[in-house]
């Protein structure tokens, strides 16, 4: 299976920015998506996951309220919502896969090529 990020862009603080995640190939239904982001010098942080239903969302604590998972599975597509965004929210945003939706980073097998969001204040 292939992840594909992509969405990120240069935007201005309170600004908002849709993140897409695409799936190809082998696509495994059943399985749950997750992103996540690293920032220059500071380790990978996970940032929200859906299960394949939807019916099981996870958000860290420094997003929530601010950004939204859903998906599409008719697409293969996760989407991540990024609202009021903040200049410390510039990073490389990646999604994975894994069997359940976890906040853990372990959880996940399959990883994307990340998109950057650069927040300008």
């Known amino acids: 299976v292939q992840l594909q990020a992509s969405g990120g862009g240069l935007v201005q603080a309170g600004d908002s920015l849709r993140l897409s995640c695409v799936a190809s190939?082998?696509?495994?239904?059943?399985?749950?998506t997750g992103w996540f982001r690293q920032a220059p010098g500071k380790e990978r942080e996970f940032l929200a996951a859906i299960s394949w239903g939807g019916s099981s969302i996870y958000y860290a604590d420094s997003v929530k309220g601010r950004f939204t998972i859903s998906r599409d599975n008719a697409k293969n597509t996760v989407y991540l919502q990024l609202n009021a965004l903040k200049p410390e929210d510039t990073a490389v945003y990646s999604c994975?896969?894994?069997?359940?939706?976890?906040?853990?980073?372990?959880?996940?097998?399959?990883w994307g090529q990340g998109t950057l969001v650069t927040v300008s204040s």
């Open positions: 994975a896969q894994s069997i359940g939706a976890s906040p853990r980073t372990t959880s996940y097998d399959y």
């Open positions: 190939g082998r696509t495994f239904s059943g399985r749950a």
